[in-house]
């Protein structure tokens, strides 16, 4: 019997939910497709119909997340921010919306948007990396950058917030205060880079 769209989204939405409290309760690691699959009345295999692997799973959660972060920062901004502040803002308005998701997020992140060399690409983390990359490209361009950051520039900044990310899940402090600090540090760094104003020390020996 053919299913109808309603009734997809319908499975789909209770998919994602039943597995957000699971991997909550249960870790990200120790919980299987199968918890999943029970407790939203899913055979595994229908399951797989909608996302192919757990790591899929956790991290359409997370570009979910991620984009309404994105709207957040949309009506946040009032247009007077300079660089460093619209950076810190875009990134605070996505960390936002992914605290209900902080106690497993730590195994996912590091599966899906690991900068090593992986075999297997996660391709929700690839389109979250791309989408939040874009609209860095569109904040820099608004504040007079009109030549697009070179390739090296660009992968600093994504080291930096990978850096913000796994700092973010395990801190402690009290509003996770450590981290806002941490956010305002590395976004400065990186607009001093681009800017010109930090020297680029030891380039010789890099070459």
């Not at 019997?1 to 939910?17: F, G, H, P, T, V």
């Not at 806002?180 to 070459?207: C, N, W």
């Amino acid at each position: 019997m053919r299913i109808s769209d309603q009734a997809k989204q319908n499975n789909r939405a209770r998919i994602l939910e039943n597995a957000a409290e699971i991997f909550t309760s249960k870790g990200f690691e120790d919980a299987t497709t199968r918890d999943v699959a029970l407790a939203s009345g899913l055979a595994t295999g229908t399951l797989f119909n909608y996302f192919p692997s757990k790591e899929t799973l956790a991290m359409t959660m997370v570009t979910e997340a991620l984009g309404q972060g994105r709207e957040d920062f949309q009506c946040r901004r009032k247009g007077d921010e300079d660089l460093a502040e619209e950076l810190f803002l875009f990134i605070a308005s996505g960390l936002r919306r992914l605290r209900p998701l902080r106690p497993f997020l730590g195994p996912v992140l590091e599966r899906s948007l690991s900068p090593f060399p992986r075999k297997i690409i996660c391709q929700e983390g690839e389109s979250a990396r791309v989408e939040h990359l874009a609209v860095v490209q569109e904040i820099i361009g608004r504040h007079g950058f009109v030549e697009t950051p070179d390739y090296v520039a660009m992968t600093m900044y994504w080291s930096l917030y990978l850096g913000i990310l796994a700092f973010w899940t395990n801190d402690s402090s009290p509003n996770q205060e450590d981290t806002q600090s941490l956010i305002d540090y590395s976004i400065r760094t990186f607009v001093q880079v681009i800017s010109g104003a930090m020297p680029v020390k030891g380039a010789a020996h890099a070459e």
